[in-house]
């Protein structure tokens, strides 16, 4: 049905067009929980433009409420708060249950830092399940509890929420319940490593982490997948598994900017700059230590993951600008077509740049292969970015996030613009160095993408 016909919708029209826009909501719900946020983004506003020519109140306080949890996903959560209170209030003057709205407003007001107006929603949340007594109203209220409890400094207040998700774990069916009662509950075990010193919350973490892995391959969900790629990457790092750590980052990386799934994507990117930064330390005890986590080992593996374990599911990494060094353009052989300074002085002289392109002619395989992106020069970080047959590169120090996205602009910006293409791909053939007016255009690109002004 398409839109001019929904704009003369008449009343015998009205229970097809609900009908329709239901199940527009269940597949953009489908898309959401598989990964796919702008096909799930876009069926539910199709569904909800449907809901409001109908007039269809319920209706329409549903595709609210999923909208608001497709934004939620998508990071933007002054955006996903706005759907879900207009759901709220909508649900409530329909006297339709709020629960599960009530439950999403906790955990966004707790990602967002305010507890109190957590705690305010929770008051609803346990009124309305003392007054309802239903089984999955008193899941979702003992769920959003245990965020709270999850969410505090407190040793007590934590055992507590790890009491309560264990109980949600195997008591639930529901899918989402279950889903973000594990999550949470694992990053609290992976948090209490960090002062436990004991094997039996590793055997725990390993349990219920596979499990989420294996619930993410049985509903094919690339979101939950990706969760679970972290969780495990952490995993292989307490086996001392550098290489493994290093691939499940790969492919929850991977799947996360193929799926758009910004939130996760920018939690992987810290956890690779945080393993990056201690790499020295992890490679010693790797040589060190036998695989197996003995007593002495577990407590100089936590002093050093205390930092690559340190932020709990509701945490978001600050995002800081890095301090650009150097862009160049190799082909995959190794042979350098572009290259620009970003900064007067760089450090940098031209037996570093010859090691460096020599580390790159090392690394172009891994990195066209998707198994590799970057790699830690001391202080400075390498990042690659491929596109046949050349090597997009970025030497920067800070963090990887942003100067991904720039490097990724760079790359489209030069796709783009044809004539550029064309002359840096005859420079690869030909051995030849690019024209000025090529060089010039590059420049240009690499002054407005990079500059940290």
């Known amino acids: 049905m398409g839109r001019d016909t929904l704009n003369t919708l008449s009343d015998k029209n009205a229970q097809v067009a609900r009908r329709k826009a239901a199940l527009l909501n269940l597949e ?22 449907l809901h409001e020519r109908c007039k269809y109140k319920s209706g329409i306080a549903v595709s609210l409420n999923s909208l608001g949890l497709v934004y939620k996903e998508m990071d933007n959560l ?32 707790i990602e967002r830092g305010e507890l109190e107006m957590a705690r305010e929603y929770l008051t609803q949340l346990d009124a309305i399940s003392r007054k309802e007594q239903t089984w999955i109203t008193r899941q979702r209220e003992s769920l959003a509890k245990a965020l709270i409890l999850g969410a505090s400094p407190r040793v007590r207040h934590r055992a507590e929420a790890e009491i309560l998700l264990t109980q949600i774990i195997n ?16 990053n609290l075990l992976a948090a209490e490593l960090k002062t436990s010193r004991n094997q039996e919350v590793l055997d725990e973490f390993e349990h219920y ?33 550098l290489q493994r750590a290093k691939a499940l980052l790969a492919q929850a990386r991977i799947l996360t900017e193929e799926k758009m799934l910004l939130r996760l994507t920018r939690k992987i990117s810290s ?79 031209e037996d ?25 020069m001391g202080e400075l970080t390498l990042l690659m970015l491929p596109s046949e047959p050349f090597l997009f590169c970025y030497l920067f120090r800070g963090q990887a996030y942003l100067a991904k996205q720039k490097l ?3 790359l489209d910006s030069v796709r783009e613009e044809g004539e550029l293409w064309t002359a840096l791909v005859f420079s690869e053939k030909s051995g030849k160095d690019l024209s000025p007016n090529a060089r010039a255009t590059l420049g240009n690109l690499v002054e407005r993408i990079f500059s940290s002004e």
């Open 28 to 49: 953009g719900t489908i898309y959401r929980l598989k990964g796919y946020l702008d096909r799930s983004q876009t069926c539910h506003q199709e569904g909800l433009a």
């Open 78 to 109: 002054d955006r996903a708060s706005e759907y879900l209170k207009q759901s709220f209030e909508l649900k409530t003057h329909e006297k339709m249950d709020v629960s599960d709205t009530l439950l999403h407003l906790v955990s966004i007001s």
């Open 171 to 186: 008591d639930t069916v529901d899918y989402e319940v279950t889903i973000i009662a594990l999550l949470h509950f694992c």
């Open 209 to 241: 982490t596979n499990r989420l892995f294996r619930l993410a391959h049985q509903q094919r969900s690339y979101h939950l997948m990706a969760e679970a790629y972290l969780l495990q990457s952490k995993l292989a790092l307490m086996d001392l598994d």
């Open 271 to 349: 956890e690779y700059d945080a393993l990056l930064d201690q790499l020295s330390q992890w490679q010693e005890l790797v040589e060190q230590s036998p695989p197996l986590r003995d007593q002495e080992d577990l407590v100089r593996i936590e002093e050093i993951i205390v930092e690559t374990i340190r932020k709990r599911a509701v945490d978001q990494p600050e995002l800081m600008e890095e301090e650009p060094v150097l862009f160049l353009i190799t082909a995959i052989s190794g042979l350098s077509l572009y290259s620009k300074f970003l900064i007067i002085d760089s450090g940098l002289n």
């Open 352 to 376: 570093l740049i010859s090691g460096l392109l020599t580390a790159i002619r090392g690394l172009s395989s891994k990195v066209f292969d998707q198994v590799l992106e970057r790699v830690r």
């Open 408 to 410: 990724k602009e760079m």
